[in-house]
């Protein structure tokens, strides 16, 4: 990558209504900063004041760059402050989660009791099982009500949780659950997807030969008749609930006891296990959801994203729970049975606060304004965008024909690292399409050169964070030294690995990834990853995987392949290898095209040089090729 480069910033300026600042929780965004700036740590300890600890913490921080610690010695339970606390209070009969299946009828209500009981009873199943504080669990549920609750009854006990995306199949499956060393998987016979049923237990089965740390699979059957539960491992959901006892007490967790991994993609093959404990993250998901999303006692939040994605662990379920919100989910896609289905949801639940991916705004673009049209969205108030750039047209028709040119729009960066928002425009002040917008109070962020300076306006860098920040990763698991690349690229800065660009007035435009993931459709997908899978296929003898421009995805995958001696390219083997992918990873990493190729440009240590590939799809400068091999 060049040092830095400039760019041309041209917007417009949406200024929302005055009356969105006057009744949001934060107010008018400089003054949220600088009382953040004026003192930092007197900040973060009144967010966590406003949730409950079973023992205050004995100070604030421990920064050891590159390793911190948050709330020390402090004691809490997520859960208690997700479910107990509101139990406890008027909000007890409040909806807490509302499940929308892929047909009209299918429809389930929690209200926080409810859940809470759910909760208890599933948590106690899992004790049942042997599961004890500190063990792994991994799950791999359709979005249905009892993926939240076993995510919940995992944090309620201690158990860390490992969600592996029900899109993966079974090899991406099967390194995540060895990699967590997983002693239960919980899954369900299938899940739904345009009418389809997806088998998820038998991935499962796959997934397990060659993972001996599991010890049980415990199984949702939601088909009729009933999947017989074949191997000894295999136990019923239901069962195993209706003989665990209703109470159970919310385990006392250290503030930095760990509460989750989750797999992201990497740039060297193997996915990075992304570690989050329990305290930090817990205030990092609460604040943001109040402060952000401004979530206000009468909200219905609708988070599009899946569970196995972080986005749905901080704003599906820990943060708007913690929050008090009602949150709806739904097992549907967003153009089955047509393009009008996600509008109509809206209309029927009264969805307040609505947050999805660039990819789903550019899909509904493509089949035009007449689906969200036929439906009354008048109930939203806020709507957002995560995990690619939101491009400037993509802005303005959501804007226009979703937010009906009233609601703000939060473009919201940040990542599976940071646990929690980072860079956004808060509620009420001025919006530029294709900016995220500045940092939220709480955070520092900036655009910097390969030597940590600053870069003037309108020049791209590299995106840092400056100070540590409570949802913070704590590790990689099993492999620390990952880690500590992210704080010593450019130390003592957090470096994010995006490009961006900072406007005149600190508006933040992110431009995309420095290194070698691909986003197709919001999802993050490492070359090396699909590169693997095409070469387990036996006429592979080598693969390079870029991410090219894509109108509708973002980007979509391009596969260049050279073939073993004795296989010829032809059209059906392209199809095989497209499959194979398919049933490797999973439909998110299918190459959308595939070129045979006779050599690949490589670095004469024997790396693969993407840049090279992409640059010559592209047909544009490659740059620097000094370390090219003859
Ligand atoms: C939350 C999430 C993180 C990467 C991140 C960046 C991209 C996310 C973005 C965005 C531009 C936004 N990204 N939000 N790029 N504008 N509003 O997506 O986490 O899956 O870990 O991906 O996604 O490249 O570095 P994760």
């Not at 948050?70 to 606390?85: A, H, P, Q, S």
């Amino acid at each position: 990558m060049a040092e830095s480069f400039d760019v041309k910033l041209e917007s417009k300026t949406y200024v929302p209504d005055p009356s969105y600042k006057e009744a949001s929780n934060i107010g008018d965004y400089n003054e949220a900063y600088n009382h953040y700036l004026k003192d930092p740590d007197a900040f973060w300890e009144g967010m966590a004041q406003e949730l409950t600890w079973f023992k205050p913490w004995d100070r604030l921080k421990e920064w050891s760059h590159p390793y911190a610690k948050w709330f020390v010695n402090g004691k809490t339970n997520i859960t208690y402050n997700c479910l107990d606390r509101h139990v406890n209070s008027e909000r007890k009969n409040k909806v807490a989660l509302i499940w929308r299946g892929e047909e009209e009828e299918q429809e389930r209500i929690f209200t926080y009791r409810q859940l809470h009981r759910e909760v208890q009873r599933c948590a106690n199943a899992l004790k049942s099982l042997g599961i004890k504080k500190g063990d792994t669990v991994c799950i791999y549920m359709p979005l249905i009500p009892e993926h939240i609750v076993a995510m919940l009854a995992c944090a309620r006990i201690g158990a860390v949780h490992s969600i592996v995306y029900g899109g993966f199949g079974a090899s991406a499956l099967n390194t995540r659950i060895r990699d967590a060393n997983a002693k239960v998987v919980i899954t369900a016979d299938v899940g739904y997807r345009r009418g389809k049923r997806v088998p998820l237990k038998t991935i499962v089965g796959d997934a397990v030969i060659n993972a001996p740390s599991v010890e049980k699979i415990v199984v949702l059957r939601r088909t009729k008749p009933q999947l017989e539960l074949v191997s000894e491992m295999e136990i019923d959901y239901h069962e195993l609930l209706q003989n665990a006892s209703k109470d159970c007490e919310a385990e006392v967790m250290d503030a930095e006891d760990p509460l989750f991994i989750l797999y992201t993609s990497g740039t060297t093959g193997q996915p990075k296990g992304i570690v989050h404990t329990t305290g930090g993250y817990m205030v990092g998901t609460y604040y943001t959801s109040k402060y952000v999303f401004d979530m206000k006692e009468n909200d219905v939040h609708w988070c599009t994203a899946d569970p196995g994605w972080i986005t749905g662990h901080s704003y599906i379920v820990y943060g708007p729970l913690a929050a008090g919100a009602t949150v709806l989910i739904t097992e549907t896609t967003p153009d089955y049975p047509d393009p009008g289905i996600w509008w109509r949801i809206i209309e029927e639940f009264g969805v307040t606060i609505f947050y999805t991916a660039p990819t789903a705004i550019r899909m509904f673009m493509k089949v035009g304004e007449e689906w969200p049209n036929k439906s009354n969205l008048d109930t939203l108030r806020i709507i957002g965008s995560v995990g690619e750039p939101l491009n400037p047209e993509a802005f303005d028709w959501y804007h226009r024909v979703i937010g009906k040119s009233q609601c703000p729009i939060l473009d919201t960066w940040w990542q599976t690292e940071t646990g929690m928002h980072m860079i956004t425009t808060m509620v009420g002040e001025p919006m530029k399409p294709g900016f995220a917008g500045r940092p939220i109070p709480g955070i520092q962020a900036d655009v910097v050169d390969k030597e940590g300076n600053p870069v003037p306006p309108n020049v791209g860098g590299l995106l840092v964070l400056k100070e540590p920040w409570p949802s913070m990763m704590r590790t990689v698991h099993n492999n620390d030294e990952r880690y500590r690349q992210y704080w010593e690229t450019i130390p003592p800065y957090y470096t994010a690995g995006d490009l961006a660009v900072k406007d005149k007035d600190g508006y933040i435009m992110v431009l995309g990834r420095a290194d070698d993931i691909i986003i197709v459709a919001g999802h993050n997908i490492g070359t090396a990853e699909v590169e693997s899978a095409l070469v387990s296929h036996e006429a592979v003898a080598e693969a390079a995987v870029i991410g090219k421009p894509d109108v509708l995805k973002g980007q979509a995958v391009k596969a260049f392949v050279i073939l073993r001696l004795g296989y010829e390219p032809s059209e059906k083997l392209r199809n095989e290898l497209i499959y194979h992918v398919r049933m490797g990873i999973g439909p998110i990493a299918m190459p959308s095209e595939i070129d045979f190729v006779p050599s690949l440009p490589k670095t004469r240590s024997g790396k693969i040089m993407r840049r090279v590939l992409k640059a010559q799809e592209m047909g544009i400068d490659p740059g620097d090729i000094s370390t090219l091999e003859e």
